[in-house]
């Protein structure tokens, strides 16, 4: 078993800035890859980036590069989501999970945590 735990969720200004963190434990010497994801309310869950373990490489959703950047902490197997520039249509919980493969799809992902909540408002 993975156990990941997610941190930094709040209620942000349009424009402003979070940084998300994500720290994995338990069984993880065969996780290739940690990814964000996020759901909206009433919108099926999506994929925003992941990173590898192995060598830090990355891949983002299309939509967000530019805005979103995910990194690794010195830490062993955590991982940050820096989120700038947010917008109202950001407002989500966003999930971190663990997987296998090099994805940012679901079905790549064995482990997840309970999410943390992002409301961007004025």
């Known amino acids: 078993q993975v156990q990941l735990v997610e941190s930094g969720g709040g209620l942000v200004q349009p424009g402003g800035s979070l940084r998300l963190s994500c720290v994995a434990s338990g069984r993880t010497w065969d996780t290739y890859a940690i990814g964000w994801f996020r759901q909206a309310p009433g919108k099926e869950r999506e994929g925003v980036a992941c990173?590898?373990?192995?060598?830090?490489?990355?891949l983002y959703a299309a939509s967000l590069k530019g805005r979103f950047t995910i990194s690794r902490g010195t830490a062993k197997n955590t991982v940050y989501l820096q989120m700038n520039s947010l917008k109202p249509e950001d407002t989500a919980v966003y999930y971190c999970?663990?997987?296998?493969?090099?994805?940012?799809?679901?079905?790549?992902?064995?482990?997840w945590g309970q999410g943390t909540q992002v409301t961007v408002s004025s």
């Open positions: 990173i590898s373990t192995s060598d830090g490489s990355t």
């Open positions: 999970a663990t997987g296998r493969v090099m994805v940012i799809k679901e079905w790549g992902y064995d482990y």
